[in-house]
């Protein structure tokens, strides 16, 4: 869903409008559909860590959760990774971070051969640390940095797990500089 929109239609559908970002789709159409399981009472739509999706129903007061089912990443014994939230943060602090994904525990539908956790991630050339992790969900930190290698673009976010197996973000975390205060 990466470089997609999502709207939602009161008492309706989420609506996804799934945009080409790829280099190699450039030229290509834009399709627009409504996702399955998105019916929604409100209006206000949020993406959340995992390709989750959030509405928000004040009609109700309630707050619904739905899932990606991608069936690729089911049908693949290796982790796949599938986005960082927050994408971006300033070199200068550390932040922590949630990357989503499946499988990277190997408990998903189809498990490796033996277990696996991932060890570390690098984003631009930085090791960042694991805090805690899931199958669908790593939580980390990216520790301070003096200066970023690439401080201006968006950098790849890879995920190196003890099985040997690396499961790369591509263009998923930039370096942002408020500027000096």
């Given amino acids: 869903m990466r470089g997609d929109l999502l709207g939602a239609k009161w008492n309706g559908w989420i609506w996804r409008v799934d945009i080409p970002y790829l280099d190699e789709e450039e030229g290509e159409d834009v399709y627009i559909s409504h996702l399955e399981g998105g019916e929604v009472t409100g209006l206000e739509v949020v993406y959340g860590p ?23 990443a089911k049908s693949n014994s290796g982790p796949t990774a599938f986005d960082v939230t927050p994408w971006r943060g300033s070199h200068r602090f550390e932040h922590k971070v949630i990357i989503g994904g499946y499988n990277m525990n190997g408990e998903g539908e189809t498990k490796p051969s033996e277990p696996r956790r991932a060890t570390k991630f690098v984003i631009d050339g930085v090791d960042c640390a694991i805090a805690s992790q899931t199958d669908t969900r790593i939580e980390g930190v990216i520790p301070a940095v003096e200066s970023p290698a690439h401080g201006e673009e968006l950098v790849d976010v890879a995920v190196h ?14 370096w942002a500089d408020p500027g000096s205060s």
């Avoid at 797990?161 to 930039?174: A, E, H, N, Q, R």
């Fill in 50 to 72: 995992g390709c989750s999706i959030l509405t928000l129903d004040y009609s109700n007061d309630q707050i619904r959760h739905i899932m990606a089912d991608d069936e690729d």
């Fill in 161 to 174: 797990f003890s099985d040997g197996t690396t499961s790369v973000v591509p263009k998923s975390w930039l």
